[in-house]
C-alpha cells in the first residue's frame, strides 16, 4: 500500500506480489491492474483479486471464468450481462454452489436472473435434451 511507485510500476515485482496475495493487485500501477497475466495470477491465487480488476476487462471470458471459479459470489457482481449467458461461466457458477459455497443473504435474486439468462440462451437446446 505504501511502495514506491518505481515499485508498483515494476511488472515482475507486480506479478511475484500478486502470486503470493491477490489482493497486491489493488496496490498495482493501474497500467498493470490491466495485464492479462497479473489479472490471472491474481485471481487463481485469491478471491479478494476480483475487486481490483478494471471494469473493462471484465468482458474478457477468460478473466471472468477464472474470477468465478476462484470466487463465485465476489464474481458474479461484476460480470458484465453479455456473459450472463454463457455455458462454461454459468456451470463454473452453479459448481461453486453447489460445491458447498451457498448463496450469501440478499444475493438470490442476483443468481436466479444469471441462471435465468443461460435458460433463455439455451432453451432450445435444454428442450432438445429434455427429448433424448
Request: aromatic fraction near 10%.
Amino acid at each position: 500500500r505504501y511502495a514506491s511507485f518505481e515499485l508498483i510500476s515494476d511488472r515482475e515485482i507486480v506479478l511475484a506480489a500478486v502470486t503470493q496475495y491477490g489482493g497486491a493487485l489493488e496496490c498495482a500501477a493501474y497500467g498493470l491492474r490491466s495485464d492479462r497475466e497479473i489479472i490471472l495470477a491474481a485471481v487463481n491465487q485469491s478471491g479478494v483479486a476480483v475487486k481490483f480488476i478494471p471494469r473493462e476487462l471484465w468482458g474478457n471470458k477468460e478473466v471472468s471464468l477464472a474470477a468465478v471459479k476462484k470466487s463465485p459470489h465476489a464474481a458474479i457482481k461484476f460480470i458484465p450481462k453479455e456473459l450472463w449467458g454463457d455455458r462454461d461461466i454459468t456451470f463454473a457458477l452453479i459448481e461453486g454452489i453447489h460445491g458447498g459455497q451457498n448463496v450469501p443473504a440478499g444475493q438470490e435474486n442476483l443468481y436466479q436472473t444469471f441462471l435465468l439468462s443461460f435458460v433463455q440462451r439455451h432453451i432450445e437446446k435444454l428442450i432438445i435434451g429434455l427429448g433424448k
